[in-house]
């Protein structure tokens, strides 16, 4: 059984910094397409960034800056370093993984993203 869990949110004041992660098990995160999405209240969701079977990055044009996503298949796990917190990236925070493999993998768009997290809240405050 796959599950992916996420962890590390909480609430900031505007301009500082958090490291979400998410732990995979039943599941070789390496082996697929991971993404963050996030949701903010009363919004849709969003895809904030993704990483490959390689290790290649890809983020929201926005936020490429800011924000920096990671693996560790040593730890079948995947991380988002958010930088420069701003109130506008207060939302839910989604960890999410294909269960298949692409050649390339989905972006800005949950279809292929088959597993899911339970979501892990950030608030910034400015």
């Known amino acids: 059984q796959v599950q992916l869990v996420e962890s590390g949110g909480g609430s900031v004041q505007s301009g500082g910094s958090l490291r979400l992660s998410c732990v995979a098990s039943?599941?070789?995160?390496?082996?697929?397409?991971m993404a963050w999405f996030r949701q903010a209240p009363g919004k849709a969701r969003e895809v904030v960034a993704r990483i490959d079977h390689n290790g290649g990055e890809r983020y929201q044009h926005s936020l490429k800056d800011r924000f920096t996503i990671s693996q560790d298949s040593a730890k079948n796990a995947m991380y988002l370093q958010m930088n420069s917190l701003k109130s506008e990236d207060t939302a839910m925070y989604y960890c999410?993984?294909?269960?298949?493999?692409?050649?390339?993998?989905?972006?800005?768009?949950?279809?292929?993203?088959?597993?899911w997290g339970q979501g892990t809240p950030v608030t910034v405050s400015s």
């Open positions: 039943g599941y070789t995160a390496s082996r697929y397409c």
């Open positions: 999410a993984a294909t269960g298949l493999f692409f050649v390339t993998c989905p972006w800005n768009t949950r279809e292929g993203y088959h597993y």
